[in-house]
C-alpha cells in the first residue's frame, strides 16, 4: 500500500492510496497522480514498489524531478523525502521500506550534484528549444515579452555601463525570487573576466564576489547552468563567495556572439528550496544573448570611432602641410620686405612687412588652436554666463567690420533665460567663428541677426543668420567636413568642424539652413545648465 499526497502552494491539493506496484505522475490525465502544470511532461516519473525498497525514477522530463532541491534521475525513497515537480510537492508513506532515516554525523558530507539542470547556450540563444518543441507556450510568452523589452531598452549607441546597467533592469524585473546579480566581461589585454555591472535588489549596487568554480564551469563549456543548493556539492564547498553570502540557488550564463565568449551573468538566491528552473535558465539565456550583441555592438561603435580619427589624422596631416606652408610664405615675405626696408631705412616697408608678419602669426595660431580643440576631447570648463555680456564681447569683434561694409548687425535675447552653464572661451570662438563668417559672407547694405530664445526642457536656441549669397545645396553635405574651406588659401577648413565639435561637447547640436542667394541660418542649440560626464548627449542620440 502506497500513501501519496501532494501539496501546492502551501495546500493538499490530492491524497492518493494504491495498492500498484508503479504509480505513473505527470500532466496527462491518465497518470495515476494527475498534475495540472505545463512546465510538467506529460508521463514525467513514476514510483515503482520493489524487492529492496520504493523507488523514483524521472522519465526523461522535459524540466526534471527533485529531491531536496537535487535532480535525480533514479532515486531510493525514504519516509523523509520530498519530491517536486514542477510547483508541487510530493509525499510518499504507507510502505515498511519507507521508514525516516536516523541522522548521523556523517551524513552532511556532500555526495551529490548541485547542478538542476544544464543546456548549450548557444543553442537556446539561436531559439533552437523553441524550434524543437522544448519550450511551453507560458515559458515561450514570458520569453519573449522579456525579449522585447530588453530589445526595445538596448536600441541605439549605448556605453558598455548603459547596456549592462539595462540588462539587470529586466533580470530583476522577471526573475522574482533573484536577490543579486552580476555581469563579468573579459578584459581583451589580459583576458580575465572582470565585474562591470553588480546590484542587489532593492539597491543600485552591491560589492559581490563569483566562485571561480561557476565561472570555470560555465566558460569551458559554453553551457548554461543551475546550481541548487550549492552547500551540498563538493566542488563548492571551499568557494567563499558562496559560502559568505549564503547563497543556495544560482543561475549562471555566458555572453556569447557566435561562438565568441565575452563574459558571463550571473543570478542568484539565498531563498531556500528551488529558485530557479529549466525555464527560468532558457529565459536568462535569451536576454544574455541580446545584451551580447548590444556589447559587441557597442565595441564596434567604438572601433569605427578609432577608425574615423585615425583617417581624420591623416586628412589633418595633408590639411596642415598645406595651411603651414601658406602661413611659411607668408612669414618669408613679411621677412623679406622687413628686410629690405631696414636695409634702405624705409620705415613704410617695414611696417608693410611687419604687418604681414602680424597676420600669418595671428593666422598660424589660430590654425594650431582649432587642431587642439579637434584632435581631442576636451570636456567643457562651465562657468556661468549672461549671454548679453557674452554676445556683446563678440559683437565688439565684428562690429567694426560690419561698419566698414555698411552692414547692419543685431542682437536680440531673451531675458528670460537667464545665465546659462558654458565654456566662456571655447565658446566664445566658437560662435565668433560663426558671426565672423557671417559678416564675410554678407554684401554691403546687407544683414546679420543674432537671437537668443529660451526652449522647454531646459534648452535654449542661438540664431545666427545672414542675408549673404547662401551656400550651394552640394556643398552643404562637406561644410562640417575637416579642411574643406570656400575660402580658399584664407581659410583653414577647421573653423566649421571645431564649432560644431564644441557645441556637440556642451549637449547640444547645429542645424544649418542655406538657401542659395538668399542668406544661411544656423541653429545652435544648447542645454541652460551644461552636462555631467556620462550623460547622454543631443549628439549621441542623433548618431
Not at 252 to 270: N, R, T
Request: proline fraction near 2%; aromatic fraction near 4%; charged fraction near 25%.
Amino acid at each position: 500500500m502506497l500513501n501519496i499526497s501532494v501539496i501546492r502552494e502551501g495546500k493538499k491539493t490530492q491524497e492518493i492510496g494504491t495498492e500498484k506496484g508503479t504509480v505513473f505522475i505527470g500532466r496527462d490525465a491518465s497518470c495515476d497522480v494527475a498534475l495540472d502544470d505545463r512546465t510538467i511532461s506529460r508521463r514525467h516519473a513514476s514510483v515503482t514498489v520493489q524487492e529492496d525498497g520504493v523507488y523514483l525514477e524521472d522519465l526523461d522530463s522535459r524540466n526534471g524531478t527533485f529531491i531536496d532541491g537535487k535532480a535525480v534521475k533514479r532515486h531510493k525513497l525514504s519516509g523523509d523525502d520530498v519530491i517536486q515537480i514542477g510547483d508541487y510537492q510530493i509525499s510518499v508513506g504507507g510502505h515498511a521500506a519507507l521508514t525516516r532515516k536516523i541522522k548521523r554525523a556523517d551524513d552532511d558530507r556532500p555526495t551529490e550534484t548541485a547542478i538542476i539542470s544544464k543546456i548549450d547556450a548557444l543553442s537556446v540563444s539561436k531559439g533552437q528549444d523553441i524550434r524543437d518543441g522544448a519550450v511551453d507556450e507560458k515559458a515561450m510568452a514570458k520569453r519573449l515579452a522579456a525579449l522585447y523589452d530588453l530589445g526595445h531598452e538596448l536600441c541605439g549607441q549605448l556605453s558598455v555601463s548603459e547596456i549592462t546597467g539595462t540588462f539587470l533592469d529586466v533580470v530583476f524585473e522577471v526573475f522574482t525570487k533573484a536577490d543579486r546579480s552580476i555581469v563579468l566581461l573579459e578584459d581583451r589585454d589580459t583576458h580575465k573576466l572582470v565585474p562591470v555591472a553588480a546590484r542587489e535588489r532593492g539597491t543600485s549596487s552591491a560589492d559581490i564576489t563569483v566562485s571561480q568554480t561557476i565561472i570555470d564551469m560555465v566558460l569551458e563549456e559554453k553551457h548554461a547552468v543551475i546550481c541548487g543548493d550549492t552547500s551540498s556539492d563538493a566542488r563548492f564547498k571551499h568557494s567563499a563567495s558562496l559560502q559568505d553570502l549564503k547563497i543556495k540557488s544560482i543561475m549562471c550564463v555566458p555572453l556569447l556572439v557566435s561562438d565568441q565568449v565575452l563574459g558571463m551573468a550571473e543570478v542568484d538566491s539565498s531563498s531556500g528550496g528551488i529558485s530557479f528552473r529549466e525555464d527560468d535558465l532558457r529565459l536568462l539565456t535569451g536576454l544574455a544573448a541580446q545584451a551580447s550583441i548590444a556589447l559587441e555592438n557597442s565595441r564596434l561603435y567604438r572601433e569605427i570611432g578609432r577608425s574615423k580619427r585615425l583617417a581624420a589624422i591623416g586628412q589633418t596631416v595633408s590639411g596642415v602641410a598645406h595651411c603651414v606652408k601658406n602661413v611659411l610664405n607668408g612669414i618669408d615675405g613679411g621677412l623679406f620686405i622687413a628686410r629690405r626696408g631696414l636695409d634702405a631705412s624705409n620705415e613704410e616697408k617695414v611696417a608693410k612687412g611687419w604687418d604681414m608678419l602680424e597676420r600669418n602669426s595671428s593666422f598660424l595660431k589660430g590654425l594650431v588652436l582649432d587642431m587642439l580643440d579637434y584632435s581631442k576631447d576636451r570636456p567643457p570648463e562651465y562657468a556661468s554666463l549672461d549671454l548679453n555680456e557674452l554676445f556683446g564681447e563678440i559683437t565688439a569683434f565684428v562690429e567694426g567690420r560690419a561698419v566698414e561694409g555698411e552692414i547692419e548687425l543685431t542682437v536680440d535675447i531673451d531675458s528670460g533665460i537667464g545665465s546659462v552653464q558654458l565654456d566662456p572661451t571655447r565658446m566664445k570662438r566658437a560662435l565668433l567663428n560663426i558671426v565672423a563668417n557671417a559678416i564675410e559672407a554678407t554684401p554691403r547694405g546687407g544683414k546679420v541677426s543674432v537671437a537668443a530664445a529660451g526652449l522647454p526642457g531646459g534648452m535654449f536656441l542661438v540664431t545666427i543668420a545672414d542675408t549673404g549669397k547662401g551656400i550651394p545645396q552640394d556643398i552643404l553635405k562637406t561644410i562640417f567636413e575637416p579642411f574643406y574651406s570656400t575660402k580658399g588659401s584664407k581659410g583653414t577648413g577647421l573653423g566649421l568642424p571645431v564649432m560644431k565639435k564644441i557645441v556637440e561637447e556642451h549637449g547640444g547640436q547645429v542645424e544649418l539652413e542655406s538657401v542659395e542667394g538668399e542668406g544661411t541660418t544656423f541653429k545652435i542649440t544648447l542645454p541652460v545648465g551644461g552636462v555631467k560626464r556620462g550623460q547622454t548627449l543631443i549628439s549621441d542620440l542623433r548618431k
